[in-house]
């Protein structure tokens, strides 16, 4: 099973920017479609964003409307996710998933706390 480790989280004001990393182990990460979701206290688990095997295909949730990134860096075994402008409706805890098929999201990190103040 693959193991998935974020980092990058933490306090920062509105407006703000932030960059998460998801560092994979194994040496397989290529196969792998992969993602990043949020929950914010008292809701369900979003989709926020995700990028195909090669990393020349993304996609990102309506709500981002433009302010994140979404890369990843086979070689180094690593996806990222670059926030910008952030507001404090972003605050959430923030996990990054994989799907080794195309079909499901199956791995799963432990997530990391991003808070926005205003």
């Known amino acids: 099973q693959v193991q998935l480790v974020e980092s990058g989280g933490g306090l920062v004001q509105a407006g703000g920017s932030l960059r998460l990393s998801c560092a994979a182990s194994?040496?397989?990460?290529?196969?792998?479609?992969m993602g990043w979701f949020r929950q914010a206290p008292g809701k369900e688990r979003e989709f926020v964003a995700s990028?195909?095997?090669?990393?020349?295909?993304?996609s990102y949730a309506d709500t981002i409307e433009g302010r994140f990134t979404i890369s990843r860096d086979n070689a180094k075994n690593t996806v990222y996710l670059h926030m910008n402008i952030l507001r404090p409706e972003d605050t959430a805890v923030y996990y990054c998933?994989?799907?080794?098929?195309?079909?499901?999201?199956?791995?799963w990190g432990q997530g990391t706390q991003v808070t926005v103040s205003s």
């Open positions: 194994g040496r397989t990460f290529s196969m792998y479609i």
């Open positions: 998933a994989a799907d080794p098929i195309g079909s499901r999201w199956v791995h």
């Open positions: 990028i195909n095997r090669s990393g020349g295909g993304t």
